[in-house]
């Protein structure tokens, strides 16, 4: 008689250290260091811009900012008169956001932001607590049986008809398909078309065109980038926990020339590229947006 095999199970992948995220981290990778080291905090890039008109602070709102990194949106949220808390598990985003509360002169008179140092997916609030939650370049950061937590963790915490506001780069469906089967193999073509023409230098070649089967990344988003998401995967694993999807959009932050501005041909050419590798104007409207965009947004509404 064969012995009866017991079901395997799979253990949960193991979270990214905290000490991972370092000020060096938060001061040279995460989009907006620029901003934030010339203004204190002061000044918002288009991305966190659009974060906050999508999440609307006004005051009396309840608003709970999850990894609130350098803790502009806390901040900003609060010069608005909404009770803002920051959460974050990384002691060094806790670190820079203060140091940014403490140098704001422009608060007087408001209430002050919170800053606490917190899991997102053990999250240490009273039910129903929060108006609005925004989880920002969060979800790329954490494996999915922590990103289900998480949401499981902001269904208890959000009001009944609270929203959630999520902004995830890269977009999977981009990375895997639009570029590793399109705009790569374009690439290839011009690399091609620039060596036969002896053409080679600061536009073609493979640091501007590259050829890899992914699109090139940095140490961090190498290591850190855990579990990117399509908008079918992220609407998935809301719907699974009862939130209510309002809208998914692709909107991108507005991109600076490539080169520097003097090299006015160069970036002229690059534009022009860009229609044909990216389908340029036309990818930024539906339906190709969706497979174009490196850029995913949410708003979902706890039902």
């Known amino acids: 008689m064969s012995e009866r095999s017991e ?41 966190l811009r659009r974060a906050l008109q999508l999440a609307k602070p006004r005051p009396g709102m309840r608003l709970l900012d ?8 806390v901040s900003h949220s609060a010069r608005l008169g ?8 990384a002691q060094a985003a806790l670190g820079l956001a203060q140091q940014s509360l403490d140098g704001d002169t422009a608060r007087d008179g408001l209430a002050r932001p919170g800053l606490v ?18 989880m920002l370049d969060f979800v790329e950061h954490v494996h999915q049986p922590q990103l289900e937590r998480a949401f499981g963790q902001l269904q208890h915490a959000l009001k009944p008809g609270g929203r959630l506001i999520i902004h995830t780069s890269p977009n999977r469906r981009f990375e895997e398909i639009t570029y590793r089967h399109y705009v790569r193999n374009v690439h290839r073509l011009v690399l091609r078309i620039a060596r036969l023409l002896r053409l080679q230098g600061r536009l073609f070649n493979k640091l501007v065109l590259p050829t890899d089967p992914l699109p090139p990344h940095n140490e961090y988003e190498r290591r850190l980038h855990v579990n990117p998401q399509s908008s079918a995967s992220l609407r998935a ?59 995913i947004w949410v708003v979902a509404q706890r039902r």
């Open 7 to 47: 079901p395997t199970t799979h253990p949960d992948p193991v979270a990214i250290d905290q000490a991972e995220y370092t000020d060096e981290y938060f001061l040279s990778a995460v989009e907006g260091h620029e901003e934030f080291r010339a203004s204190g905090g002061h000044a918002l890039t288009p991305r």
């Open 66 to 73: 999850i990894a609130c990194g350098r803790g502009e949106i």
């Open 82 to 89: 909404a009770h803002a808390i920051g959460i974050d598990y």
């Open 117 to 134: 140092r917190m899991d997102a997916t053990s999250l240490a609030f009273r039910a129903e607590a929060f108006d609005v939650a925004l």
């Open 237 to 295: 694993a809301l719907e699974r926990h009862g939130f209510r999807i309002e809208r998914i959009d692709f909107w991108e932050p507005p991109h600076g020339p490539f080169f520097d501005p003097k090299r006015r041909w160069d970036n002229v050419l690059l534009q022009l590229l860009d229609v044909v590798r990216f389908l340029r104007p036309f990818s930024r409207f539906p339906p190709l947006n969706r497979w174009f965009s490196n850029h």
